[in-house]
């Protein structure tokens, strides 16, 4: 398998809005994982809608999708 660079991009609603203390938490939670799994990733969120955006290396057994 190429162990380019791949990019995962989406928009989600949220079904209720985020505090700010949520976000901060999420954000922390997001940097210790993103490391762990040797990514990148963005994340903007604006009365309810959530854009991001995570980009890393390929690694077999390492990215999961949980929806």
């Avoid at 210790?32 to 799994?37: D, I, L, S, V, Y």
């Amino acid at each position: 398998m190429s162990k380019g660079i791949y990019y995962l991009v989406y928009t989600s609603i949220a079904s209720r809005l985020i505090s700010d203390e949520d976000l901060l938490l999420l954000l922390q939670q997001s940097r210790r994982n993103n490391f762990a799994f040797g990514i990148t990733g963005l994340l903007r969120y604006m009365e309810g809608v959530q854009d991001s955006g995570i980009n890393g290396v390929l690694q077999p057994g390492r990215w999961a999708l949980v929806g």
